[in-house]
């Protein structure tokens, strides 16, 4: 696909050399003046955008929707035009994700650089460096310091050897820049010192008095270049270029060579680890040539042919098989023709014993000349369930028995099914019953005090706390009932958002705390402190937390511990509430979570209905997740509840 490049331009030289090479690049260039701004919507659309220098920073409002581009080029005026470097440097700042390019680089590394754009954008932007500036000369320190910062570059000055040292123990340095006196031994050594630091440092030199000896000895420390005055700004920025460039080439070229010894080591690792499956692998492998002759064989081989590595590479495959065997494969060779790989069945005599092979066969290239590899399976086994088969024939009515008994137990459990689902009917209707007779009981006791003119406080408020009892229970019960029926017809309310699961827990935690302390129940929770972020309905979720830890509550004996773990496992995050009760048979694990089924273990003794397993399930099914119950090791039982974590 075609790179669309966008230049913004105000009659820039540099503006129309990066035209010519973002069009030799395959790039469809669109080349405009800032005054047209105003007509471009989209300025994100473009693949890469260049601003050229000398626009004015009335602009800079329009190019705002720039600011997280990752492939934005600003091309940088010359050193010396103090009036466009001002407002080149408001540029830089209003757009920090740019790519400085300078009217220095030559057309070479601007295309590397432009090539890098197009491939990875931004995060291969050039690296500048550190520099550090020293000279004695406080107005010389102040233009050299004005010119490189103009350039982009972050400079530290220092008028002492000892102050750039100062600097250079609170900030990496890159580069130094010294003034460099004939006899004067400061530059050196502070030099010296930076590369104690960091080794990488590079130095260039500048001096007015060229001393033949004294630029050999600078030349022995290790400095790069030396400046002769007078130069000026473009001359100090080019040779600080080349001499950074040298670094950066230095740099990759050794994280080249790291990786180049890491591809190494893992090939080696590589091989050594195909020469240990080869070597121990069970199954057999041979290498032999076209005539026939083994050229090795391993563990297995010489286990499966009874003799050593040296009496292997002596034989000949063809001598090892029988004629039919050997007749069968030469004629599978020969008509090869291109497919480079064929099966062939082989059999093996050794001792008078029979051993059945299938050997895969394929065509290799072995130091340049044609061979085969060819892996061996022992299929006696196989042969011996084909044989089994065969005698399967024989019982086939005894086949069409055991069907016939699948269909007659299939029978069995649908009606078992129905039973259960009048069982379901049968319990429902016991529980509608029985809190609707509370409620009508207690409202009688509580009118014939009122008629006898009897008028108990204490009684009456018995009688209104057994009513509101048992009607928040048909009202539980109706509810469930409801919020089944709406999730049998697709009608359920479901408004999920990012929460943070284990806040959802710990309120579910507090909801039934009360019926806990009842029973002295302790909650014991296990949750990570970070937040794990699901995409949820907090209502239903709260349900479901709630519910099962209810039911914890309910089944577990006085005094007794209720475990709650949340954990997240790579792409989901697991929900585990443990408790210490009857548990549930092992055939019924399944059967809870259906909307008629109540586990025999908890049908009878603690009340409900079994609907709450069976919305809990439709709940979490309704969030791409997973419910399903364990029985624990000691005594008890497990529910899991596996949620996909959000990665929005």
């Keep these: ?34 005054r047209m701004l105003e007509q471009l919507d989209d300025l994100t659309k473009y693949n890469a955008v260049a601003i050229a220098n000398g626009i004015p920073d009335s602009v800079l409002n329009k190019l705002a929707q720039l600011r997280n581009h990752d492939k934005l080029i600003l091309l940088a005026p010359k050193p010396d035009n103090v009036q466009q470097l001002a407002s080149f440097s408001k540029f830089n700042k209003a757009l920090p994700n740019g790519i400085v390019v300078y009217p220095f680089f030559s057309n070479k590394e601007i295309t590397n650089l432009l090539e890098r754009v197009f491939e990875i954008g931004a995060d291969n932007r050039l690296v500048l460096p550190t520099v550090l500036l020293v000279d004695h000369s406080t107005p010389r320190l102040a233009d050299l310091a004005s010119s490189l910062s103009g350039a982009q570059l972050q400079v530290f000055t220092a008028e002492s050897s000892f102050a750039g040292l100062a600097h250079a123990q609170k900030q990496s340095i890159d580069l130094l820049i010294a003034a460099f006196e004939p006899h004067d031994k400061s530059a050196l050594e502070l030099f010296a010192q930076l590369k104690s630091i960091s080794a990488g440092t590079r130095c260039l030199l500048y001096t007015e008095k060229a001393d033949q000896i004294d630029m050999l000895e600078a030349i022995r420390e290790g400095v790069e270049d030396v400046l002769i005055s007078p130069f000026d700004d ?11 460039q040298t670094e950066v080439l230095k740099r990759h070229n050794q994280e080249l060579v790291e990786r180049l010894q890491d591809t190494v080591d893992a090939l080696i690792e590589r091989d050594s680890l195909l020469r240990v499956i080869y070597k121990h692998t069970p199954d057999s492998i041979m290498l032999f040539t076209r005539n026939g002759n083994i050229i090795e064989g391993n563990d297995a081989c010489v286990e499966l042919f009874q003799c050593s590595q040296e009496q292997i590479r002596t034989r000949s495959i063809f001598e090892i098989f029988d004629e039919e065997s050997v007749s069968s494969l030469k004629q599978h060779i020969q008509e090869l023709r291109g497919k480079r790989s064929f099966d062939c069945e082989l059999m093996l005599t050794h001792e008078n014993k029979e051993i059945p092979l299938m050997g895969t066969f394929h065509e290799i290239d072995h130091h340049g000349e044609l061979a085969f590899s060819v892996i ?44 259960s689902k009048s069982e379901f009917l049968a319990n429902m209707s016991h529980e509608l019953r029985t809190p609707m007779h509370s409620i009508l009981s207690f409202a009688r006791f509580g009118i014939d005090k009122l008629a006898a003119d009897q008028v108990p406080v204490d009684k009456l408020a018995k009688y209104l706390s057994r009513i509101e009892t048992s009607g928040e229970r048909l009202l539980l019960l109706l509810n469930n009932l409801l919020d089944l029926s709406k999730l049998d017809a697709g009608r359920f309310p479901f408004n999920p958002c990012v929460l943070d699961l284990c806040a959802i827990v710990k309120t579910g935690i507090d909801d039934v705390s009360g019926s806990a302390m009842a029973k002295q129940i302790h909650f014991k929770l296990s949750a990570p402190n970070q937040a794990l972020l699901v995409y949820c309905d907090p209502d239903l979720m709260n349900q479901v937390i709630r519910n099962l830890l209810g039911n914890a509550v309910k089944f577990s004996p006085e005094k007794a511990s209720v475990f709650i773990s949340v954990k997240a496992l790579d792409d989901l995050v697991k929900i585990e509430v443990r408790d210490q009760g009857v548990g549930i048979p092992k055939d019924e694990l399944d059967k809870i979570f259906s909307k008629f089924v109540q586990s025999s273990t908890t049908n009878s003794g603690a009340g409900g209905t079994g609907l709450g397993l069976a919305i809990c399930k439709e709940f979490v099914l309704l969030h791409k997740g997973r419910i399903y119950a364990t029985n624990n090791d000691d005594a008890g039982a497990t529910m899991h509840i596996e949620l996909p974590v959000d990665k929005q």
């Design 234 to 244: 473009g001359d100090l920025l080019k040779a600080l270029h080349k001499l950074w």
């Design 376 to 419: 061996l399976k022992n299929v006696a086994h196989l042969k011996k369930r084909q044989q089994v088969l065969e005698e399967a024939k024989e019982v086939l009515e005894a086949e069409v028995q055991a069907r016939t008994a699948q269909l007659q137990k299939a029978k069995e459990t649908a009606e078992a099914a129905n039973l």
């Design 1 to 34: 696909m075609t790179n669309k490049v966008l230049i913004i331009d105000s009659n820039s030289v540099l503006a129309m050399r990066i035209k010519v090479l973002f069009e030799l690049l395959g790039g469809e260039v669109e080349h405009i003046h800032y």
